[in-house]
């Protein structure tokens, strides 16, 4: 973006010179009477320099956009692999998490177990219990 600016100042310092060149060759013909082909040169060749002074300025601002762009990738793919670790580190700490549940949930069932048996060798020692009332009775 910035050196978009100087390419475009440089046309116009460029403009300004070759006015500046305009008016030192009106002043210089007022003074000697003109050669016309010494004119018609220096024009063909002030054309090529302008025509040159041009085209380096379009590269300039070309190779301006080229760093622009490349700077571009360069964040995004500074941000790319930023969002990817913040990414696995958000995974590790889920695992862990996912980790910590599971053996809860395996604790949790194993007590769900224990109680379970406690419950049934309960109603069997009940019902045992009953029976045996039961035949001392008779």
Request: glycine share 0%; proline share 1%.
């Amino acid at each position: 973006m910035t050196r978009t600016n100087k390419a475009d100042s440089v046309l116009s310092r460029m403009a300004r010179l070759q006015n500046r060149l305009i008016n030192y060759q009106e002043q210089a013909q007022e003074i000697n009477p003109p050669n016309v082909e010494a004119l018609r040169q220096a024009s063909q060749y002030e054309q090529m320099i302008l025509e040159r002074n041009r085209w380096r300025a379009w590269a300039a601002n070309l190779e301006a956009e080229k760093e622009e762009l490349q700077r571009r990738v360069r964040e995004v793919e500074r941000r790319r692999v930023q969002e990817a670790e913040e990414l696995e580190e958000e995974n590790r700490v889920l695992e862990e998490e996912n980790r910590k549940w599971r053996r809860r949930i395996e604790e949790v069932n194993k007590n769900h177990r224990i109680i379970l048996q406690i419950i049934f060798v309960s109603i069997l020692i009940f019902f045992v219990n009953k029976i045996l009332k039961f035949f001392e009775i008779l």
